[in-house]
């Protein structure tokens, strides 16, 4: 079945560049997603990339996607305080008109003045 | 524009008991979902909705029902509320499928089941 893991836990320090890693299992993934979650808050679509892409840049965020190795990472340059959060990887599949989206398990970021 | 909203923030039911929980968007968005969000777990699917009047059972629909009679609202009921049902709920949209479009997410309802 579908499946997508992450480590639970990141510490950086601020001003360092933080790097947050994903796995997932199913191929057949149309776009992959990262979310940012604050405390009491919903989820922040913070970036996302086609499953044909290998790199999408934005500002200080960087993703990076091997389709080989089913990998994807999101790379936050100058890290801040602000940046504390938990953050999901996501991916969409569609398969025959239906689709799911499967998250992952969240890595928590702390950043440490 | 208000984005996704949610009522109640805040529930505490006991075992048996029902209710509904309401999401409304004011975006026009087509599709709405229900997700429930449990530690170690990330968010998994409970129903979702590919417009008005239309319902899809998600990836963990048992125990809950839903209905979309207006667009803009995506009522999400629990009939006998059980302690696994104890949980963070999630209700998003968007405008169309979620491998084209972003989806945008209400701030939850913390529900416990006692």
């Known amino acids: 079945g579908e499946d997508v893991e992450q480590s639970l836990f990141l510490s950086v320090r601020e001003g360092d560049s933080s790097v947050i890693n994903c796995t997932y299992t199913d191929s057949s993934s149309t776009y992959l997603y990262w979310y940012k979650q604050e405390p009491g808050a919903g989820l922040q679509l913070l970036t996302y990339?086609?499953?044909?892409?290998d790199m999408k840049q934005d500002q200080r965020l960087t993703v990076l996607l091997n389709k080989k190795d089913k990998h994807l990472s999101l790379r936050i340059a100058d890290t801040q305080t602000g940046d504390s959060a938990i953050y999901f990887c996501?991916?969409?599949?569609?398969?025959?008109?239906?689709?799911?989206?499967?998250f992952g398990t969240g890595t928590r970021l702390k950043v440490l003045a | 524009n208000a984005g996704v909203t949610q009522t109640p923030k805040f529930r505490v039911l006991k075992t048996g008991q029902s209710m509904t929980l309401l999401c409304a968007q004011d975006?026009?968005?087509?599709?709405m979902y229900w997700y429930r969000q449990d530690p170690g777990m990330g968010l998994r699917l409970i129903h979702y909705?590919?417009?008005?009047?239309?319902?899809a059972k998600g990836e963990v629909p048992d125990g809950y029902n839903v209905s979309r009679l207006k667009k803009q609202n995506f009522l999400l009921g629990l009939e006998s509320a059980a302690p696994s049902q104890t949980s963070v709920y999630f209700c998003?949209?968007?405008?169309?499928?979620?491998?084209?479009?972003?989806?945008?997410f209400g701030p939850g309802t913390r529900l416990t089941v006692l």
């Open positions: 990339i086609f499953s044909n892409m």
């Open positions: 998003a949209s968007s405008y169309g499928r979620p491998s084209d479009e972003t989806q945008y």
């Open positions: 975006m026009n968005h087509e599709y």
């Open positions: 909705s590919v417009g008005e009047g239309t319902t």
């Open positions: 996501a991916e969409s599949i569609e398969t025959s008109g239906t689709y799911k989206y499967i």
